[in-house]
């Protein structure tokens, strides 16, 4: 999640055994509101858990509750969530949200997990993993950052349930990181990009893609596995994720 301009980001980074306080609830008076003037870079479990909690196939969730943009910096094509104008409302709300609370919560986007939290990942070093590190968000609005409920960052991930999104991303957020290692001139062709955008977000279209067209014949993959792709949307993602990697960065020929 990319934090409002009020947002303050405290200049320290946070480890896995750093500690703070946070308590969220409907008792508080700023419940729901880190809801609104929201921009949230949505990752491809993300779409994943909420197309298939509202019954909607990829393109439909994406074209009604998604904006597309460039990622800054890497021209990697990516969709944030669209903000719904309620009435009464200041900012635009995530779709999803209501007075009493979020209607998707149990399959709620993986920023939406970690708030107050943030995580980066400075470069890409062969590793996903290995240069991350996490910070606190200090919006004004939010009264959850002075209760006395005490955590590690560690216990909030757990809490949170953040460790199945981070698992399944990993392989997209290894893509996205070794294209920000490229020279800022080196560019990937539209080709790619389209490429890209299929696999992280139109799952149901690169199903399509796979067995509907001569992807296998070019592309051979085993028999079993070949029919678990058919019914098992993570096992599809990892795949897609794993052929994009062979595509996208395969080394040159020798």
């Not at 990937?188 to 299929?198: G, I, Q, R, S, V």
């Not at 796979?210 to 792709?229: D, G, I, K, Q």
Request: neutral net charge.
């Amino acid at each position: 999640m990319k934090p409002p301009t009020a947002s303050i980001i405290e200049p320290r980074r946070l480890n896995p055994d750093s500690r703070f306080r946070f308590r969220c609830g409907k008792d508080l008076p700023c419940f729901t509101q880190c809801c609104r003037g929201i921009h949230i870079i949505l990752t491809p479990f993300d779409i994943l858990r909420l197309k298939r909690r509202l019954g909607l196939p990829s393109t439909e969730f994406l074209a009604l509750y998604t904006e597309p943009q460039l990622l800054e910096k890497t021209d990697i094509p990516v969709v944030t969530l669209r903000g719904l104008q309620q009435e009464g409302a200041g900012e635009p709300a995530c779709p999803f949200v209501r007075p009493e609370g979020c209607l998707v919560y149990e399959d709620r986007p993986a920023s939406c997990r970690y708030y107050p939290v943030g995580t980066a990942t400075l470069a890409w070093k062969g590793d996903p993993d290995g240069d991350a590190f996490y910070f606190l968000v200090r919006e004004a609005h939010c009264r959850g950052l002075a209760e006395d409920r005490e955590w590690t960052v560690l216990e909030w991930r757990n809490d949170q349930g953040v460790d199945e999104h981070d698992r399944v991303n990993a392989p997209w957020t290894e893509l996205i990181l070794r294209k920000r290692s490229f020279p800022g001139a080196l560019h990937w062709t539209e080709k790619a990009k389209e490429l890209f955008f299929l696999v992280s977000y139109d799952l149901d279209r690169f199903r399509r893609f796979v067995f509907e067209s001569s992807f296998l014949r070019r592309y051979p993959v085993a028999a079993e596995e070949t029919e678990r792709l058919k019914t098992d949307e993570a096992a599809l993602l990892h795949f897609g994720l794993r052929w994009l990697k062979d595509v996208l960065f395969r080394p040159p020929a020798q």
